[in-house]
Structure formats: C-alpha cells, structure tokens
C-alpha cells in the first residue's frame, strides 16, 4: 500500500505490467484523481495529459521509463475521473496551472519533473516559467510548451469562448442525457482521433467513460470543448520561456503538430519557439509516428525521454531533504 500523504488518498487498482495506485486530490469543487506508479521516494515527475484525454495516455510509455522516478498522472479538471468544474466556470489554462499547484501542494512536492502531452505541455510550460525554482526538468510531447496568439484575433476568440459558453449553458441538460453503448462511445472517440490505435482508444476510455442506466457516458465535461478565452501573445510566450530555469527536452511528432500547422503564420510560430529553445541549449527531438506517438507506440518514444530523465535528474544529487522524500 503506497503511503498515505496529508490531503490526498490513495486506492489500489488494478496493475498494468507493474504496481500502480489510484491517487485523489480533494480540490473545493471535489478532487482530481490520477493514477501513481513507482517507488515512494523516488524522483517525482508529474504527467500531464492532452486535451480531451486522461491520465490513461501514459499507460504504455511510463512502464518503459525509468524505474527510479515517482510517476503521478492525474486527470486534469473535467477530464477523465476528475470533477468538473463549477457551473458558469470557464476552463483556461490559468486555471490547470493553479490545478497543477494544487495538486503539488497536497503531494508536498518541492522540486520536480513534468512530462507533458499537447496540452499538457502548454500547462507545464506555462506552470515552470511562474514557478521556475520548482522544476527541474521538463518533457514537452508533441508540444511547444506555449501556444501564442496574435494579439489582433484575441478580441474574436474571446468573444466566439463566452458566446459558445452562453450557447452551451442553454442546451446543457439536453447533452447530459446522452448515453452511448461502448461501441458507440469507442466509434465517437476514434472518429475525433483517427490517428488512435485500437488498443489506445481502449485505454483512454477506460476513465473517460461512466456507467449509466442504458449503456455509458463520457466522463469529461463536454465545456472543455469550448473555446479558450485565456491567450498570450508571441511576445509573452517568448518572455514566460526565458523565466523557464528547467532543462527542456522537446519531442515532436514527424505527423504531428509539425505536420498539422501548415499555415505560414503558424509555421512562423512554431519555429520561433524552437529556436529559442535550442538557443538556451535545450534538445529538440523529432520521432516518427503521429500526435499520440507516446500512446501508441511508446517504444518510439521512451529512449529519448528515458537518456534525458538519466541524464538530467537521475544523475543529479537529489536535493531533498529525507523529511522531504519521506513525504512523497
């Protein structure tokens, strides 16, 4: 039984190819649960996952990352097994960094990792410029750690995410009702992710489905689809990175992102990020596979990840102290 920490419980569930525990972190809206794999007082990494997807998305690769470290996956808000946000709540991505605070908080976590996908990796991004001192290192997957807007289209998509919202919030007890059978929901998820293997839409649903009289629901909080009203400029972008003290180790995709931004504006954007972090000396790393690489085919991606966690925690002194590590 993995130890009890103050404000956060832990239950066992079912092993993947090694120990895993289910973690909940009581939040004032309810909890943001997650899943735990790896020794007590090992390395802490925390595990961020993408839009619309769940702690699940790190079920293939962190079995194949280093045994030393302390993996904690959560669910962010409205995702996966985690509550939803309050009624009349947007989600932005202020908001999943203070969740991520949060969460940190209640695993008296002082110094860690991130290894963030997509999304996830925005939040990390976002997460180590305002809490440099906290990070040690970071694991961007298929993510540029920020997405910057320009400044001339913010007024538009902020006034598209209220109106979207407004517009949600009238049909919202209409959606509540929908119940699918599993091989429905499974058909819907791979329709929205085509790139998904079989295997891997059968691992996402298992924490993003409910069961309900009828058949199953989608557990994430459909607001999450909503358009974010919460946007930073390239220049803010930029400004957050160089507040980043962490090593960096970037991972794209050769299908991925890369792939999918094909405008020049956007290209403009991507490449700007990247070559401000290769600037500081941090790695850029490309892999062949699509988006979800990491679930799909983690063998891809878990040497890359597994050298640079070796190289740049692992083989650093832990700066805890043993009162620190026995609270992990």
């Known amino acids: 039984m993995i130890q009890a920490l103050k404000g956060v419980r832990h239950l066992h569930t079912k092993a993947i190819t090694q120990a895993v525990s289910e973690l909940s ?13 790896g020794p007590d007082h090992g390395r802490p990494v925390l595990c961020l996952h993408g839009w619309a997807d769940n702690s699940g998305t790190f079920n293939t690769l962190i079995p194949l990352l280093p045994k030393e470290c302390r993996y904690v996956a959560v669910d962010l808000a409205g995702h996966g097994q985690s509550s939803h946000r309050p009624p009349g709540v947007f989600y932005a991505f202020p908001y999943y960094v203070m969740d991520v605070r949060r969460v940190v908080d209640a695993l008296q976590w002082s110094k860690f990792s991130i290894i ?14 305002l809490y440099p001192e906290m990070v040690d290192s970071i694991v961007l997957l298929d ?48 329709a929205a992710n085509p790139q998904l293997s079989e295997e891997s839409v059968n691992v996402l649903l298992e924490r993003g489905l409910v069961q309900v009289e009828g058949g199953v629901m989608f557990s994430r909080d459909f607001r999450i689809n909503l358009k974010n009203i919460a946007r930073i400029s390239m220049e803010q972008s930029l400004d957050l990175q160089l507040r980043i003290q962490a090593s960096v180790l970037v991972v794209l995709a050769e299908e991925g992102f890369e792939k999918i931004f094909t405008k020049p504006d956007q290209k403009k954007i991507t490449s700007a990020l990247l070559q401000a972090y290769r ?22 991606v878990a040497p890359v990840v597994s050298d640079f966690l070796q190289s740049k925690v692992l083989s650093q002194p832990d700066g805890l102290t043993d009162d620190q590590t026995s609270k992990l």
Request: glycine share 10%; charged share 30%; hydrophobic share 30%.
């Open 25 to 37: 972190v009581p939040v004032p809206w309810g909890e943001i649960r997650g899943r735990v794999w």
């Open 116 to 129: 963030g996908h997509s999304m996830g990796g925005n939040v990390a991004g976002m997460f180590s410029a």
């Open 143 to 190: 993510s540029y750690g920020f997405l910057p807007t320009d400044p001339k289209e913010m007024p538009k998509v902020m006034r598209q995410g209220m109106d979207e919202t407004i517009q949600y919030e009238k049909k919202m007890e209409e959606d509540k009702r929908r119940v699918y059978t599993y091989e429905k929901a499974a058909e819907r998820l791979l």
């Open 279 to 300: 600037d500081r000396n941090h790695t850029v790393a490309t892999v062949p596979g699509d988006h979800h690489v990491h679930l799909n085919n983690p063998e891809a």
